[in-house]
């Protein structure tokens, strides 16, 4: 089951990161929690119409740049993906981010997902 959660987990990121939005959406359950509260205007969601609202206010504020996958960990019914974004300020400088983000699923569908600044603490996350 494992490796079907990877591809579900890699599929959603190809769909984000092709800036397809709403087909990234549909991999994650109509209940998903979402922690995004450590990247910037992110915050806790309940849903994907929240989850929804957050992507569209990156979107609209440019905070939202080219992701790139680093490194995907295979954690059983959670997926680990170190990602690498490039993000346009408003002055247009470009700058990078790195950043971790935990996936947990039931039954083929993201139930939940987690963001960390450092790749440690989500590994640690899961192993907890």
Known sequence: MSEANVSVVMG???AWTAGDCDAALV???PGVEADLGQLPG???TQGRDELREVVA????????GAVSVDKVFDAGDEVVVC???AVTGECGATTERSYAQ???LRDGS???TRTFYELALALEAVSA
């Open 102 to 104: 935990v996936f947990g």
């Open 42 to 44: 992110g915050r806790q």
């Open 27 to 29: 991999s994650f359950d």
């Open 83 to 85: 990602l690498r974004e």
């Open 110 to 112: 993201v139930v939940f």
């Open 12 to 14: 959603l990121l190809d």
């Open 57 to 64: 206010q990156w979107r609209s504020a440019d905070q939202a």
